[in-house]
């Protein structure tokens, strides 16, 4: 019998919400492959360079996506970017928004050298819940989880969701 397909999960969420460290944990602790899209985007230049105004990337989505649809087919990823509405809907089974206590968030990102009024957008993203939002826009209900980052506690049970997601999963398709 040809062996299931594996899965692909997108981990999404505000950056500081812990998307690359769960994604990280996750990897280690089911075999799914960690593709760190900022990682991605730096490493094969698919950027047309920095927004000033905002810090961060001009995205050049269409080399990027040409080259995830090639990751992705065979399944068994984790993606790990900080918005979500940019991929195919197609491309997931499971969709985890990271979200974290308000104040724990900006002593994250306080700690990266981000600028004050980079650690103010990020805060205020999270408070109006605009990649959650998104991420409803973008993915069915029943692929979406909220899932709390705020302490390690809740860091180690979202790792231990993710494999006992993947475990039924599987098992859903024997
Ligand atoms: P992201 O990839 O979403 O920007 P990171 O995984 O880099 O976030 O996490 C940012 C910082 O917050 C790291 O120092 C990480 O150790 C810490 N962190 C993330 N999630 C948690 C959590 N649930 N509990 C405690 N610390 C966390
Ligand atoms: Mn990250």
């Not at 760190?36 to 927004?51: C, E, I, M, P, Q």
């Not at 961060?56 to 090639?70: G, K, P, Q, R, V």
């Not at 605009?130 to 180690?156: C, F, G, H, W």
């Amino acid at each position: 019998m040809a062996q299931p397909r594996l899965p692909n999960i997108l981990i999404t969420g505000t950056p500081g919400t812990g998307k690359t460290t769960l994604s990280e944990l996750a990897s280690l602790k089911t075999g799914m492959e960690h593709i760190n899209v900022t990682d991605l985007v730096k490493a094969r230049g698919f950027h047309s360079g920095l927004d000033t105004e905002f810090d961060t990337l001009i995205l050049d989505e269409d080399l990027l996506l040409d080259e995830m649809e090639i990751m992705v087919q065979p399944g068994g990823k984790i993606v790990d970017f900080h918005t979500c509405g940019i991929f195919p809907e197609r491309w997931f089974d499971l969709v985890i928004v990271l979200t974290t206590d308000n104040t724990t968030l900006y002593d994250r990102l306080a700690a990266r050298d981000y600028s004050a009024k980079k650690i103010q957008e990020n805060v205020d993203c999270e408070i109006m819940q605009v990649v959650l939002d998104e991420a409803r826009e973008s993915y069915k209900n029943d692929i979406l989880v909220n899932l709390d980052s705020s302490t390690p506690d809740q860091m180690e049970q979202n790792v231990l969701r993710i494999a006992q997601w993947l475990e039924s999963y599987m098992a859903g398709r024997q």
